[in-house]
């Protein structure tokens, strides 16, 4: 659980995305694309799930990407080389279905550009065309650009502020896509909204949709209930039968008001506390 490295990737008025490499020779033999890890940064933080985005066996290494909003980010962006985390547990949640599928669009909005990531990268190993699509508000809080133009056959960028790539939404360049060729899968990782708006892009298609949930977490280990979300009109736990799921039986209304539950009283309490 000890700090290996840590890199600042995205630093944008006062926004900062952090990369930390941990020691963690048990997880790194095990992760799979799509798995998270759930991290404490001191012994009365709280637990947060963070998706694995590099795992090296042979170094016995993870990374995590996060982006610092709420207290306990901040406090894990706080943290140096040398430093270590208070627990650290996974991987966990199931991974993601990797096989040749055929031609796939994997779309990520934020951070959840470090999310598509390692999936990306594991359907391009297994033979899958990759299209890409990432996004973000604006130039300086883009991420992993590089990385995975190595993995994609296509790769198209937007920003809302059009400071690289083309201005507009990451679902406004899926809908075009889908209107000119027909693809076997579409997977999607961001915002709320974002996701949501994928997923009905898709539905016209018929294409399959997989989405990586980031539903309130607590436990983390289906005891404690907290991220269930309901998907076919049965409720579902994040943690445990996900965090993926197929996008179009979502109840994305459900799960956006469970997820702004404790907005607020984060905010509040970050204020204190930096």
Same mark, same amino acid.
């Given at each position: 659980?000890?700090?290996?490295?840590?890199?600042?990737?995205?630093?944008?008025?006062?926004?900062?995305?952090?990369?930390?490499?941990?020691?963690?020779?048990?997880?790194?033999?095990?992760?799979?694309?799509?798995?998270?890890?759930?991290?404490?940064?001191?012994? *009365?933080?709280?637990?947060?799930?963070?998706?694995?985005?590099?795992?090296?066996?042979?170094?016995?290494?993870?990374?995590?990407?996060?982006?610092?909003?709420?207290?306990?980010?901040?406090?894990?962006?706080?943290?140096?080389?040398?430093?270590?985390?208070?627990?650290?547990?996974?991987?966990?949640?199931?991974?993601?279905?990797?096989?040749? +599928?055929?031609?796939?669009?994997?779309?990520?909005?934020?951070?959840?550009?470090?999310?598509?990531?390692?999936?990306?990268?594991?359907?391009?190993?297994?033979?899958?065309?990759?299209?890409?699509?990432?996004?973000?508000?604006? *130039?300086?809080?883009?991420?992993?650009?590089?990385?995975?133009?190595?993995?994609?056959?296509?790769?198209?960028?937007?920003?809302?502020?059009?400071?690289?790539?083309?201005?507009?939404?990451?679902?406004?360049?899926?809908?075009?896509?889908?209107?000119?060729?027909? +693809?076997?899968?579409?997977?999607?990782?961001?915002?709320?909204?974002?996701?949501?708006?994928?997923?009905?892009?898709?539905?016209?298609?018929?294409?399959?949709?997989?989405?990586?949930?980031?539903?309130?977490?607590?436990?983390?280990?289906?005891?404690?209930?907290?991220?269930?979300?309901?998907?076919?009109?049965?409720?579902?736990?994040?943690?445990?039968?996900?965090?993926?799921?197929?996008?179009?039986?979502?109840?994305?209304?459900?799960?956006?008001?469970?997820?702004?539950?404790?907005?607020?009283?984060?905010?509040?309490?970050?204020?204190? *506390?930096?």
């Amino acid at each position: 659980m000890k700090i290996i490295s840590k890199e600042i990737i995205a630093d944008y008025a006062g926004t900062r995305i952090v990369k930390l490499t941990l020691s963690s020779p048990q997880i790194s033999v095990k992760a799979r694309a799509g798995q998270f890890v759930v991290v404490m940064a001191d012994e *009365k933080g709280e637990r947060v799930p963070l998706t694995i985005v590099e795992a090296d066996s042979l170094a016995g290494e993870i990374a995590l990407i996060f982006q610092e909003a709420g207290l306990t980010t901040r406090i894990l962006g706080a943290l140096n080389p040398g430093d270590s985390l208070y627990a650290l547990a996974g991987p966990l949640g199931h991974a993601t279905e990797i096989k040749n +599928y055929g031609r796939v669009i994997l779309v990520g909005g934020g951070v959840g550009i470090a999310e598509i990531y390692p999936v990306a990268k594991s359907l391009k190993q297994a033979g899958n065309i990759t299209t890409v699509i990432i996004g973000a508000k604006t *130039k300086g809080l883009l991420i992993l650009e590089n990385e995975l133009k190595s993995v994609a056959d296509k790769i198209y960028i937007m920003t809302d502020d059009g400071s690289s790539g083309e201005k507009g939404f990451t679902t406004s360049a899926l809908e075009e896509l889908l209107k000119k060729d027909k +693809y076997d899968l579409v997977y999607a990782v961001g915002p709320l909204p974002m996701m949501k708006k994928a997923s009905e892009a898709t539905r016209p298609f018929g294409i399959k949709t997989i989405v990586s949930l980031n539903a309130l977490m607590v436990d983390a280990t289906g005891m404690c209930g907290c991220c269930r979300v309901t998907v076919g009109g049965k409720v579902k736990f994040s943690c445990v039968d996900g965090p993926e799921f197929e996008a179009n039986q979502v109840d994305w209304e459900e799960l956006g008001k469970r997820n702004s539950i404790y907005l607020d009283k984060e905010k509040h309490i970050c204020k204190l *506390k930096f």
